[in-house]
């Protein structure tokens, strides 16, 4: 499956961002997705992620109450609600499809299938 992220920008603290992922190639809803980001320096850390029909959705602690993901399969897309951004979430943002409709927990990136290009979010203080 292929992934094609958009949404991100600079935006100050407090402040929000809704990222797209919009997806083809494959069945979209024979897939798990979700969200990882990658700062400098750092290694790529799970964010959000949410099972093939939306009826299960993990969050890393520190974005939880504060990021929401949903899906639409009629339209092959995925979205990344941010609210409340921090600077700390600044970070290249990447889509990403399990290898199958299930996430059994958490995802980590050996998990993941395919990745996005991924999308730049910058959080200023």
């Known amino acids: 499956v292929q992934l094609v992220e958009s949404g991100g920008g600079l935006v100050q603290a407090g402040g929000s961002l809704r990222l797209s992922c919009a997806a083809s190639g494959r069945t979209f809803s024979n897939y798990a997705m979700g969200w990882f980001r990658q700062a400098p320096g750092k290694e790529r850390e799970f964010v959000a992620a949410?099972?093939?029909?939306?009826?299960?959705?993990y969050y890393e602690d520190s974005v939880t109450g504060r990021f929401t993901i949903s899906r639409d399969n009629a339209k092959n897309t995925m979205t990344l609600q941010m609210n409340n951004l921090k600077p700390e979430d600044t970070a290249v943002y990447y889509c990403a499809a399990a290898r199958n409709r299930f996430w059994i927990r958490a995802p980590t990136p050996k998990d993941v299938g395919s990745w996005g290009q991924g999308t730049q979010v910058t959080v200023s203080s």
């Open positions: 949410i099972n093939w029909s939306g009826g299960a959705t």
